[in-house]
């Protein structure tokens, strides 16, 4: 049979994929493969035409910065928004990923771009069948997952971009999530980064203002650690002990679910199951005993004790990847409330940042804070954005256009976050878009996932209470500051 399907491969697919097939472990694996690659390289190229000509057709002959103009660009965004959306769901795997990444990029990317992946990513997430996670337990730790564990839910909890959840008990009798990576992802993942990085090569070149090369080139370096669970269980780990040498004094109000080794592999990891409510359910938070406003603080102290004392930091923080519960040690108060716990998610995505960028960044938020320009100035450009983009890189930043950020006000950096402040916001975006991205080519890319970051902090603090406050967010950010000697 496979000796057939040998030669249909290399009428279809030429000689090398009929190579691979024959002399794969796996021939039906790789012959699904060799035949999913060429079909998502066909849609990308449809749809990376379709887009470059809508753009061309739409804006041909309008004066740019007109209304007509603007009009017609905020359509076009839309649309393309839309065809992105649905290649990317349609590919699945790395595309899911991608998609993800621009919905968390607020005003970096065309806003209509962020409200289109931000509203549908999160959701419509493939699933795998029950099949094919038993066929991942097989390969994986040579049983299926009835025979490993003592119960195991066949329906799962939840789906992301590359795995997906089951809740299981073990057999003596502790109950845990099960996270089960995708079939083929490991497989695909390099092609499908491939074909990404040729599209949007293409679409730079046709219009080099757009240039999200970057993006691609993150994509390119995170995807193999994301897809190597062995890898995240130990970034897992070494996030709680940092907290522990590093900032005793908030350790024990940061958790991370416990990792059972002898269950989990590359593609299979086995955590404690976590009884906890999600980080933006304010409901849910408030019949704990616990005010959301204290579990933002808890955030914005977390993620600034990473970036500027450890150096290590989750770079993916949306509300899906993180969780609070009541602090176990702690006891109700006499207004009957408790405090909180942070339990962090997902950690495969981190980044490191070196004593030098990390004194640079935090001496740039420091001077941010006291609206000192020239100090500004100096760790912009230390950190990449040149002289000339510093002021854009400082807005970027903060969420705020220039004239609020040099503002000697104390509440200067004020996020209100309503629609005067969105409609802004928006407004820059899209006057300075090709800036945005020059920026952005520039920056490196330690940096950008800083500002997503930034962006993720930013929700989750707007869905716990109505103001952010930028220097009373973080308060930690002036011990860090401190702390570092600058």
């Known amino acids: 049979m496979w000796r057939a399907a040998a030669k249909l491969a290399a009428l279809t697919l030429g000689g090398a994929g009929a190579a691979a097939i024959v002399t794969s472990d796996d021939p039906s694996s790789t012959f699904k493969i060799c035949t999913i690659v060429p079909l998502r390289l066909l849609r990308d190229s449809i749809t990376a035409a379709t887009m470059a000509f809508d753009y061309q057709y739409s804006l041909w002959g309008l004066k740019e910065g007109s209304i007509e103009w603007l009009r017609a660009k905020h359509e076009v965004h839309n649309r393309c928004a839309y065809r992105l959306q649905e290649l990317c769901f349609r590919n699945g795997g790395i595309y899911i990923k991608l998609g993800q990444h621009i919905g968390q990029l607020e005003y970096v990317v065309p806003q209509e771009y962020v409200q289109t992946m931000r509203a549908s990513m999160l959701k419509r997430c493939p699933v795998s069948s029950y099949d094919q996670v038993q066929n991942i337990f097989v390969k994986e730790l040579g049983e299926p997952p009835e025979k490993i564990f003592a119960e195991f839910d066949p329906v799962p909890l939840a789906s992301a971009s590359l795995a997906q959840v089951h809740a299981a008990r073990t057999h003596d009798g502790k109950k845990v999530a099960v996270k089960v990576q995708h079939t083929h992802l490991t497989d695909t993942a390099i092609a499908d980064i491939a074909t990404v990085d040729l599209i949007v090569n293409f679409l730079h070149w046709f219009f080099p203002g757009f240039d999200y090369r970057w993006l691609v080139d993150e994509i390119r370096e ?123 998610l997902d950690h495969g995505l981190y980044k490191e940042l070196d004593f030098e960028t990390k004194t640079n ?33 400082a807005g970027v930043l903060t969420m705020r256009p220039w004239s609020r950020v040099i503002d000697p006000s104390v509440d200067h950096l004020v996020l209100e976050g309503n629609d005067g402040d969105r409609s802004e916001l928006q407004m820059y975006a899209s006057q300075y878009f090709s800036q945005i991205s020059e920026l952005l080519s520039r920056l490196p890319r330690v940096i950008l996932l800083m500002l997503k970051t930034n962006d993720c902090i930013r929700a989750v603090n707007h869905a716990l209470r109505n103001k952010i406050r930028i220097g009373k967010r973080n308060p930690s950010l002036k011990i860090c500051v401190a702390s570092l000697k600058i």
């Open 222 to 344: 995170s995807a193999p650690k994301e897809l190597d669970f062995l890898f995240e269980a130990r970034n897992s780990e070494k996030c709680l002990d940092n907290f522990r040498r590093l900032s005793p004094q908030m350790a024990n109000s940061i958790y991370a679910p416990k990792v059972y080794w002898n269950l989990s592999t590359s593609r299979l990891l086995t955590m404690e199951f976590m009884d906890a409510a999600e980080i933006t359910d304010v409901s849910a938070i408030q019949r704990l005993g616990i005010e959301p406003v204290d579990v933002s603080k808890l955030v914005s102290q977390a993620f600034a004790e990473m970036t500027f004392k450890h150096g290590f930091v989750h770079c993916d923080p949306h509300a899906a990847n993180m969780m609070v519960r009541p602090l176990p040690s702690s006891k109700w108060n006499c207004f009957g409330k408790r405090k909180p716990q942070l339990i962090l």
């Open 361 to 393: 960044y935090a001496a740039l938020w420091k001077a941010l804070i006291f609206a000192d320009v020239n100090a500004i100035k100096e760790n912009s450009v230390k950190l990449g954005a040149g002289e000339d983009l510093y002021a854009l890189f």
